[in-house]
């Protein structure tokens, strides 16, 4: 490592006494959250500045692509409490963009013209007193559209055949190999099978929310808002708003779920911002939950085709995964071949990424994002290969593991991979040995039981992070930094990272975060955030143990840390103490960047999920009885908030596997069961018995903290687990997401049709 660049192997450092870091410690902003006085954007107002907030309403477009041809605002302005109806007619001229899909920190305008893009885009926003009054005068718009809807760009299935290179980036690149084609029709056993999966929405708990408030100048803009990326949102809105970065100050520092919807801005924020510059009073909007799953973001639906072929021992030798989506025209795919590329063995591989266009709202970035949907697909599909070579499927996904990058070959390997120490301590402990493998022969009761496998996989990746690091007079230590916390335990990593290095107990650190005037951080997503933004804390302590060394009279080389004190040979010094004695601040902010090693090393996580479900043999319900999940992701730097990251993953996969699908309504345009009630997400009474091991590695080619991301291998691969145990348990192979009664039971009635005719 040279300054403060992850560039070569980590060595031994003060985070390997593992007194604080690696313990399990519960959430340090537990308390404030579960007694309400955790803040939320659309919370604050104990500020004098913030005082008599009006509320926006946002009104979305009610099709899908068109043109806004009027819109009467006389009814809506003249009702009790109104006090702005912002239209494309009044909005203030806003930086351009050149696609309608949120841009990581591009221009984002809202309302710059009457064309619309998709269904429920910001077509007039209504600022009253109240909120009530906001959404009475929304109702009371009149407005005309001149609409413009095809048929036929709804539906991916309908304009794949237009599809095109997904991108010139890592994960959309094509990847070609050897002799794809040749060495599929050659081989002994092939398997040619196709996937699909919907459209899915975040459906987070906090809604997508902004309270903006400008100084008495109408200059500077402070805006509060629910967001994963500070410094992209910060960006963003400057770009948009045309001001400098420096005249937008950002505040989010809790966030109730984002699953990556959150890692752009959307109406609320803009909208309320331009109102309240207008008014010159303090604007919030809150959105609906309606618009949350038109307006913003979500998950796009895939078609994946996946070919394997293979001798007759069950070694793989070709491997093509074509993956198709849509987005609106500027917006990215999902790679849902991604993990194909680095997963097993095979020296002859095809694996491409499509992108078609389609006018449904904007596609994102939603919780791991490709490898949650195209674990789906091949997890699925290494299942299917199992049964046609007549092997177990542990022992086929064993026999094709591999150390290195299968393209660039043994000299790029990975820096850390325990697949299958993950599969074999998962077979063990959840008795896979019990597995029967024929499907539909094991029964309790009245319901069909089988158990199913999967590997978990998800690429590691890190950003440039930093942080400052503070020791106070009382020998506390404060850490401030703009990373965010959306319920993964930022604040008590963070924490521990600074206590492990200076020697101090957690408690006696206090984490500020999620405030663009902190020190620029890598954001929440992607799971880079605890290792980057931990990176960057690690050299702002490394640097202020120098600092607080010298400042003791000690030689920084030979200092050591520990309760509290700082220590020399036998000699040692309150922390305290030399806080109190040192003439300035003793302090240390960093900006902790990365070097090549994700270029010299392939760095992934990985794991292994293991179901059991039941399938009951009349009804053809089905339900998840228990689970495991087993993981080597590094260093786990808190074993609490780790496990319940991965407890929310194995959820949320289970929802994707058996409950979760966006309907669209391919005349409209629109995801038509766009609330709660009508797009299912699992409840606590479809969540069973759910475990977690962690297998105890680390990785130190991938951050000073020698850990990996953990965040989102949690869903990777979960639903394929569930719909291998599904097919173990009824003999039903569903391809289409998500598996529904109707879908086994039609699969049951194609088997007796098929047995009726045999018997004929």
Known sequence: ????????????????????????????????????????????????????????????????????????????????????????????????????VPQEDGATPQMPDPEVDYYHQAVAFVVAETFEQARAAAEALVIEY????????YVLAEVMEDAEKAGSDEESKDQRVGDFAGAFGRADVQLDVTYTTP??????????????????????????????????????????????????????????????????????????????????????????RPQIFNHTSHRPATI??????????????????DSYSGNLPGGSAETASHQ?????????????????????PPGGSMRAPGEAVGMLALECAVDELAEKLEMDPIELRVLNDIGYDPEKGPQRPFSSRRLVDCLQRGAEAFGWERRSAQPGSVRDGEWLVGLGVASAFRSNQVKPSGATVRLEKGGKVTVETQMTDIGTGSYT???????????????????????????????????????????????????????????????????????GEVWEDNKCTLLGVVAAKAPEPLEATVNATFGDLDKQYAQASFGAHFCE???????????????????????????????SQCLGGMTMGIGAALMEELHVDDHLGLFINHDLAEYHVPVHAD???????????????????????????????????????????????IRNYPLTVDKVLAGWAEQAALQARAGD
Not at 49 to 65: I, K, P, W
Not at 616 to 643: C, D, K, Q, W, Y
């Open 613 to 643: 479900v039941g399938v009951h043999r009349v009804t053809g319900e089905i339900r998840v009885r228990r689970m495991l999940s087993v993981a080597a992701a590094g260093r786990i730097f808190n074993p609490v908030t780790a496990r």
């Open 340 to 360: 194909t590329k680095l997963l097993y063995a095979g020296e002859n591989r095809l694996i491409r990424q499509r992108l078609s266009e389609l006018h449904l």
């Open 687 to 733: 969540i069973p018995d759910l475990d977690v091991i962690f297998l105890e590695e680390l990785d130190d080619k991938s951050s000073p903290l020698k850990g990996k991301g953990v965040g989102e291998l949690g869903i990777c691969g979960v639903g394929a687990a569930v719909a291998n145990a599904v097919y173990n348990a009824s003999g039903v192979r």
């Open 199 to 288: 459209d899915q929405s975040h459906a987070m708990l906090e809604p997508h929310a902004s309270l903006a408030v400008w100084d008495e100048a109408g200059e500077a803009l402070t805006l509060y808002t629910s967001n994963q990326m500070v410094h992209w949102v910060q960006r963003g809105v400057a770009k948009t708003l045309q001001l400098q970065p420096s005249d937008v100050h950002i505040v989010s520092r809790y966030i109730g779920g984002g699953f990556g919807s959150k890692l752009m801005f959307y109406g609320d924020a803009v909208l309320s911002a331009v109102a309240a510059r207008k008014l010159g009073r303090p604007v919030k909007c809150a959105l609906t």
């Open 1 to 100: 490592m040279s300054g403060n660049k992850f560039d070569a192997p980590a060595g031994i450092s003060p985070l390997d006494q593992e007194k604080v870091l690696a313990r399990p410690h519960p959430r340090k902003e537990g308390p404030l959250k579960v007694t309400g006085q955790a803040t939320y954007a659309y919370e604050y107002s104990a500020e004098p500045e913030l005082q008599g907030a009006a509320y926006g309403y946002l009104v979305g477009a009610g099709v899908a692509r068109g043109q806004v041809k009027s819109i009467d605002t006389g009814a809506a302005e003249a009702m009790p409490g109104v006090l702005l109806v912002l239209t494309h007619g009044n909005m203030p001229q806003q930086g351009e963009s050149e696609t309608p």
């Open 493 to 563: 990593i963070l924490g521990q990272t600074a206590a492990e290095m200076l020697g101090v107990r957690l408690e006696d650190v206090e984490v500020r975060l999620g405030d663009s005037d902190f020190p620029k951080s890598s954001g929440s997503g992607g799971s880079w955030g605890a290792n980057s933004a931990g990176t960057g804390v690690y050299y702002a302590a490394d640097e202020l143990r120098s600092k607080i060394a010298k400042a003791a009279g000690y030689d920084p080389k030979k200092a050591v840390f520990k309760d």
């Open 304 to 321: 994946q085709r996946i070919r394997l072929g293979t001798d007759g021992d069950g070694r793989i030798h070709a491997i093509g995964h």
């Open 146 to 153: 001149a609409d413009q809807t095809p048929e036929g760009d």
